[in-house]
């Protein structure tokens, strides 16, 4: 059995020429992983479109209607920064369905991929920085409802502050919030994780990872969690245009290593998504969001020998 990967041609839409958002790297993405060999087609699962009702266990049924009928106004629009369209809305629904599946296929591979996911800036009633439902709350939520889990551990590695997970679970203690990020970046002002970890500005790979490395271990034998969530955002990169932060590639890959045999250790099923990534080089931005599912691949076939 091989390392599920998520998938859905929908993770594409049209956006403006010259928009910011880099929304070819989704499909992009999904082609490297075949072309390389890193994955095969058996091993894509296609999500479904989720119940709004579960959208709404985080999101105000207010905010979810006007979204997704295209009745938000302008300001709202523009705090998130993605043009609205009926395709968005389908597109964000179904990379909500998409981190929900990857988060059940952890729980019962023990190691799961999604090809997008890491909207970690919406808020309960609002959307911003590219984001409009927070995927990693709603499965949280999702899965405890049904009763899969009790306790989720959300590891965020994007380089931005998870701001909108932080304030969604603030008075949640079944859901544990860790956000390591660039300390003057995006947002401007911060939220209260569970656990805040700035960084200064121009880090490189071996603080970065030693500073990891001082949290997680002991993060896992203090939560003892059903389910990590892991962000995977690759901003972190020196190349990227919204990080500020000074990891390469090896980096990143040994990063990803290091959280993942981490908590495949501790017996914690892990569930990933490839978080945020910006750069003019869009085959260099997909590679890098690849090095996620090289090394999950590479954990998952070391767990099963």
Same mark, same amino acid.
């Given at each position: 059995m091989?390392?599920? $990967?998520?998938?859905?041609?929908?993770?594409?839409?049209?956006?403006?020429?010259?928009?910011?958002?880099?929304m070819?790297?989704f499909?992009q993405?999904?082609?490297?992983l075949?072309?390389?060999?890193v994955?095969r087609?058996?091993?894509?699962?296609?999500?479904?479109?989720?119940?709004l009702?579960?959208?709404?266990?985080?999101?105000?049924p207010?905010y979810?209607q %006007?979204?997704?009928e295209?009745t938000?106004d302008?300001?709202?629009?523009?705090?998130?920064? !993605?043009p609205?369209?009926?395709?968005?809305a389908?597109?964000?629904? $179904?990379?909500v369905?998409? *981190?929900?599946?990857t988060?059940?296929?952890a729980l019962?591979?023990?190691l %799961?991929?999604n090809?997008?996911?890491?909207?970690h800036? %919406?808020?309960?009633?609002?959307?911003?920085g590219?984001?409009i439902?927070?995927?990693?709350a709603?499965?949280?939520?999702?899965?405890?409802k049904?009763?899969l889990i009790r306790k989720v551990?959300?590891?965020d !590695?994007d380089?931005?502050?998870?701001d909108?997970?932080?304030v969604i679970f603030?008075?949640d203690?079944?859901?544990?919030?860790?956000?390591?990020?660039?300390? $003057?970046?995006?947002?401007?002002?911060?939220?209260?994780?569970?656990?805040?970890?700035p960084?200064?500005?121009?880090?490189?790979?071996?603080?970065?990872?030693?500073t990891?490395?001082?949290?997680l271990?002991?993060?896992?034998?203090?939560?003892?969690?059903?389910?990590?969530?892991?962000d995977a955002?690759?901003?972190?990169?020196a190349g990227?245009?919204?990080?500020?932060?000074?990891m *390469?590639?090896?980096?990143?890959?040994r990063?990803d290593?290091q959280v993942?045999? *981490?908590?495949?250790?501790?017996g914690?099923?892990?569930?990933?998504v $490839?978080?945020?990534g910006?750069?003019?080089?869009?085959?260099g931005?997909v590679?890098?969001?690849?090095l996620?599912?090289? %090394?999950?691949?590479?954990?998952?076939?070391?767990?099963?020998?």
């Amino acid at each position: 059995m091989d390392l599920p $990967i998520v998938y859905h041609p929908d993770y594409v839409v049209a956006l403006p020429a010259g928009h910011r958002f880099p929304m070819p790297k989704f499909r992009q993405l999904y082609e490297m992983l075949l072309a390389d060999g890193v994955a095969r087609l058996e091993q894509f699962h296609a999500p479904v479109l989720p119940p709004l009702e579960w959208v709404q266990l985080v999101h105000h049924p207010s905010y979810v209607q %006007a979204y997704c009928e295209g009745t938000l106004d302008a300001k709202a629009q523009r705090r998130i920064g !993605l043009p609205w369209s009926s395709a968005l809305a389908n597109r964000t629904c $179904i990379a909500v369905g998409g *981190t929900i599946l990857t988060a059940k296929l952890a729980l019962s591979a023990g190691l %799961a991929c999604n090809t997008a996911g890491g909207t970690h800036h %919406a808020f309960p009633n609002f959307g911003s920085g590219f984001c409009i439902f927070n995927d990693l709350a709603i499965s949280a939520r999702v899965l405890q409802k049904l009763g899969l889990i009790r306790k989720v551990l959300i590891v965020d !590695l994007d380089v931005h502050q998870g701001d909108g997970t932080a304030v969604i679970f603030q008075e949640d203690s079944s859901v544990f919030t860790f956000s390591m990020h660039c300390e $003057i970046n995006f947002p401007g002002t911060k939220q209260k994780s569970d656990l805040d970890v700035p960084l200064p500005v121009g880090m490189e790979d071996d603080d970065y990872l030693q500073t990891l490395d001082k949290y997680l271990p002991d993060l896992l034998s203090e939560v003892k969690p059903d389910l990590v969530l892991y962000d995977a955002g690759v901003d972190t990169h020196a190349g990227d245009r919204l990080g500020k932060l000074a990891m *390469t590639d090896t980096g990143l890959f040994r990063r990803d290593m290091q959280v993942l045999t *981490t908590c495949v250790a501790a017996g914690c099923p892990v569930a990933c998504v $490839i978080g945020g990534g910006y750069a003019e080089d869009m085959k260099g931005l997909v590679y890098r969001h690849s090095l996620l599912h090289r %090394a999950a691949s590479q954990v998952y076939r070391q767990c099963r020998l």
